[in-house]
């Protein structure tokens, strides 16, 4: 039984492949690579800037007590990262 080898040896590949084409395939795959990795914290941190003043604003409502004042401040701080990290969400 003779097995066929369909796959290119190393040193094809390196000639066929020049330093400037692997620089680029590279960057290519870094700026993908970063898109993937981004944009759903970016939408997440987007719409967590719109849910989380549904939670909070009904505590200041209630009226405030020293055990929800640290949930207050950490929700506020919360939507504060949010805002910073979703504003540009969706500006593409």
Do not use: C, W
């Not at 492949?17 to 700026?31: C, D, E, F, H, I």
């Not at 990795?37 to 849910?51: L, N, Q």
């Not at 200041?60 to 640290?70: D, N, R």
């Not at 805002?83 to 969400?89: A, F, K």
């Amino acid at each position: 039984m003779s097995q066929s080898n369909s796959l290119p040896s190393v040193a094809t590949v390196r000639d066929a492949m020049t330093r400037p084409q692997l620089k680029n395939a590279l960057s290519g795959l870094t700026v993908t690579g970063r898109t993937v990795a981004v944009e759903p914290i970016k939408a997440a941190a987007f719409y967590s800037a719109i849910v989380l003043p549904l939670v909070y604003l009904p505590m200041l409502a209630g009226g405030i007590s020293t055990g929800k004042l640290t949930v207050l401040v950490g929700l506020l701080l919360a939507n504060a990262a949010a805002l910073v990290l979703g504003h540009d969400y969706g500006s593409n």
